[in-house]
């Protein structure tokens, strides 16, 4: 989908240079390159700095439509990200299986997701916009707290289950940052195969005790 | 001098909204009137969206002394922040005092300062400037190696010790980011006491093993 998604742009940016404004035929059409411009444009300058005329441009579509497919802002951001988690799936598999390698579980999932370059992108462009954006982290305050840390919580077995769940999901918030946002070495270059034995058993140790 | 400088910057809007523009007949009272009209603004807005006008505007001074005093809204960042991180003493707390506490002594060491809200509110505009634009990331980048992860993997008795080194520091940006940033609950209202026993053994085996 990524792919697809950066063939779209470029499509889209050639278009625009040779300067044929884009109307495209099929409504469900133009939808899906708004919504790859708008991902691409929030991934590479973060929410504030993206526009709806940038994206419109990006996508070679009148600004109009934007507002019409997806409303405002806000709304094309989050139809954009198509958010890449899982809670339910997360939850499954930080249940199933035995306490004894819940860390590593964890932590393997996540590095499943991303070390997915398109996936990747839509983690760190919703971090971005939640360390910046007031509005942006409430919402994402209220999607970390109602899909991940009152389920994950909820299967956990010690006291302070809730406090637990977002330990560890500062961990995983903190590792993002450094590896992929920061970008400090050697932890940027650093194979996962490193990094799990490292990682695991304070998501072990928070989760399970 | 946090109570000083919103002093400074009320004032400063106060004369604003009475229509004075604020020249002052110091130039070391000017240049400090700028650095915590600095300071509040990058706070609040973060690097991004904060203008060299807007500052200009709440410390109620002409644009053209900022540029006088501190060149580029880069480097009055810089200057605005005096990030209160100190590393020598951080390294310093960090091996003094015997091996079994590491961990411990570097979590009340951190929220020391980030339960300080004038220290809080720079190391949060230096990691929402980070997040936000690769420059800003580049500057933290190098200042984390060269002052954080290298003078304390040069302590630690470990194999991969900067790595450890940067996990370490990892757990603590996560903490930020989700106790101060996200402010998901109950982390944001936890009291540092029920962190610490948490938060410790994850640093403690990181630097100690």
Do not use: C, W
């Amino acid at each position: 989908m990524s792919a697809q998604g950066d063939a779209g742009v470029a499509d889209a940016d050639a278009a625009a240079r040779r300067g044929r404004p884009g109307r495209r035929p099929g409504g469900g059409d133009t939808r899906q390159v708004i919504l790859d411009a708008a991902r691409a444009e929030f991934a590479a300058r973060g929410y504030e700095n993206t526009s709806m005329r940038a994206i419109a441009r990006a996508a070679a579509v009148n600004p109009a439509l934007l507002h019409h497919y997806f409303g405002t802002k806000d709304q094309l951001f989050l139809a954009a990200l198509e958010f890449p988690l899982q809670p339910r799936e997360l939850v499954a598999r930080i249940v199933g299986g035995g306490r004894e390698a819940v860390g590593e579980r964890l932590v393997r999932f996540a590095f499943g997701l991303l070390e997915n370059p398109a996936a990747r992108d839509r983690v760190l462009a919703v971090l971005r916009a939640a360390a910046t954006n007031e509005q942006m982290a409430r919402l994402m305050r209220g999607f970390i707290m109602r899909e991940l840390a009152r389920p994950v919580a909820a299967v956990l077995d010690l006291p302070q289950p809730e406090l637990r769940a977002q330990l560890a999901m500062t961990q995983m918030v903190g590792m993002i940052m450094g590896r992929y946002v920061l970008a400090v070495e050697p932890l940027a270059s650093a194979p996962v195969e490193e990094l799990v034995p490292l990682l695991a058993p304070t998501l072990q140790r928070y989760l399970v005790g």
